[in-house]
Structure formats: C-alpha cells, structure tokens
Nanobody, 115 residues
Framework: VQVVESGGGLVQPGESLRLVCVASGFTFRSYVMSWYRQAPGKERELVARISTDGSIKYYVDSVKGRFTISRDNAKNTVYLQMNSLKPEDTAVYYC?????????WGQGTQVTVSS
C-alpha cells in the first residue's frame, strides 16, 4: 500500500490550495476515502470523506462551504479543494480510507496559512 499526498504550501489567508492524494496497492474504488489533518499540539481530525462513487460527501463543520472533496477512481486519486483558507487550517493533511487503516498513512502534506 502506498498513499502519497501533495499540493500543500504556504499561502495567505483567503487564498486557495488543491491537495492531491494518489493511492496504490488496494482496490481504491471500493473504499470510502477521507482527508484528515493534524495541527501542532492537536489530535488528528477528520476533515472530509467521500463515498466510493463520489455521490455522498461529509465535511467537518469548520470547513463546510470552503472545502470540496472529490475523487477519480480511474486515477486512484482523491482531491481536496480548499478555498478561503484561514490560519486555523494550518496543519499536515493526510488522506486515508474511512475508517482509517494504520498502514495506509502517508507522509502528509503541510499546509500553512499565514500573513
């Protein structure tokens, strides 16, 4: 199993980023996929999840209306479009299945929102 996240960076408040997660080694299309994040000194939290066919999406309240999760099963890829970023969105972002599997964690991608 390999999960590789990318697309993070340093942005100013109000700007956007698009995170990309490419997975391999398991039947991607059969799994609910999720984005999680972990801020310094805090526990990892679920940010968004998407059903196997992409028709059902869930978002934590703090990102509703700003973030959009999507997936492309042909490319084994899940995306997180993040708009109107806030300093409190600063964290390392990870993708995994839902529920998460311990051996599916990648290195994550750092998102820093600061002026």
């Amino acid at each position: 199993v390999q999960v590789v996240e990318s697309g993070g960076g340093l942005v100013q408040p109000g700007e956007s980023l698009r995170l990309v997660c490419v997975a391999s080694g398991f039947t991607f299309r059969s799994y609910v996929m999720s984005w999680y994040r972990q801020a310094p000194g805090k526990e990892r939290e679920l940010v968004a999840r998407i059903s196997t066919d992409g028709s059902i999406k869930y978002y934590v309240d703090s990102v509703k209306g700003r973030f959009t999760i999507s997936r492309d099963n042909a490319k084994n890829t899940v995306y997180l479009q993040m708009n109107s970023l806030k300093p409190e969105d600063t964290a390392v972002y990870y993708c995994n299945t839902f529920p998460s599997r311990s051996n599916y964690w990648g290195q994550g991608t750092q998102v820093t929102v600061s002026s």
